[in-house]
Each structure stands twice: as C-alpha cells, then as structure tokens.
C-alpha cells in the first residue's frame, strides 16, 4: 500500500484483494491515524504496524490474509 494514503484523512473503505499470487498488503506506518475507516480488506498482518489497526475505533470490517499461529 503506498505511504500517502494515511493522508487520506477522509477515506473510509479501502479493500483489497489477492492480485498475480501477491497475498494481503502490508499496511503503512501511521494508518492508525485514518479513524474515518469503516472498512479495512486484504491486509497482511506481518510487520510492526498491525498493531495500528487498535486505534481504527470506527472500523466495521476488517480482513486479514495469511495469519499463522504465530500471531496473538
């Protein structure tokens, strides 16, 4: 996902979905600050930034690809 779109402080649905064998997208640093989110598809949890999602309180749908066990 490109850095600029945790510019986008109005944006509100974003989904995204499996392309040429590409699975989820890591989300950019900062998307914790876009709280307009509703919705949030495709996302790759790997990464330091997942944790951002927490701060989404508006967000109604949320979807994760590629979670192992080794996620909590």
């Known amino acids: 996902m ?3 779109v945790v510019s ?5 649905h ?3 979905f499996k392309n040429h064998g590409v ?11 876009l709280r307009n989110f ?3 598809t495709g996302i790759d949890p790997s990464g ?4 951002e999602i927490r ?3 508006q967000l109604r749908r949320l979807g994760v690809l590629d979670v ?3 996620y909590q």
């Open 2 to 4: 490109p850095k600029f």
């Open 8 to 12: 986008l402080s109005n944006l509100r």
């Open 14 to 16: 974003l989904k995204m």
């Open 23 to 33: 699975c989820g997208v890591k989300i950019p640093e900062g998307v914790g600050s």
């Open 38 to 40: 509703l919705t949030l």
């Open 48 to 51: 330091g930034t997942a944790g």
């Open 55 to 57: 701060n989404l309180t």
């Open 68 to 70: 192992t066990e080794g």
